[in-house]
């Protein structure tokens, strides 16, 4: 099994979003789209990746979807019996001496994004807290979507290595 990180646009009226999903999926149509991308068989509109595109898009409000990149990513599977390798073990990471967490919102090429092509960090006790900063700051575009591509716990953050795998992007702002 391979995983691709496809990255697609959602359409409606005047309003375009980019935004990204990972997905498992056999290697011989993984490979045909990293190799063909737009082109291959398996990313069209009426593909099972078209159709996965256009039912998210369409949860969202979004008129239509379309395919605009892939690429692959690793992603590392353990269990409580087989704990992760060291590199991606939390080091001293998560709640600090000042009891807060580390929480990560990241963004793609669309302008209406308070950023394009990165993240910013929240530092909260919670979920809960990190979402309320980071939208007194940044409010909803559209009720109760925040206006970010993703989030992300330090657990969640910590494996996908953005810092160094993340070509182009980069940390904007810390909110504390």
């Not at 953005?162 to 980069?170: A, I, L, M, S, Y």
Request: overall charge negative.
């Amino acid at each position: 099994m391979k995983h691709l990180n496809i990255t697609y646009h959602m359409h409606k009226s005047s309003e375009t979003a980019e935004t990204c999903i990972t997905l498992p999926m056999e290697p011989e149509t993984a490979d045909s789209i990293l190799r063909d991308q737009c082109g291959s068989p398996h990313a069209g509109p009426e593909s099972a990746v078209g159709r996965i595109l256009s039912a998210l898009a369409a949860l969202q409000g979004y008129g239509s979807a379309a395919f605009c990149c892939a690429e692959e990513r690793k992603i590392c599977l353990w269990n409580d019996s087989q704990p992760p390798p060291a590199k991606h073990q939390n080091k001293g990471c998560q709640k600090g001496s000042t009891g807060l967490g580390r929480y990560f919102y990241t963004f793609g090429s669309d302008p209406a994004f308070p950023y394009q092509y990165g993240w910013l960090e929240v530092r909260a006790a919670s979920w809960e807290e990190a979402h309320k900063k980071f939208r007194s700051k940044y409010p909803d575009r559209h009720e109760g979507t925040l206006n970010c591509s993703f989030f992300y716990d330090e657990d969640q953050w910590n494996i996908m290595s953005p810092e160094t795998d993340w070509r182009g992007c980069k940390c904007h702002e810390i909110i504390e």
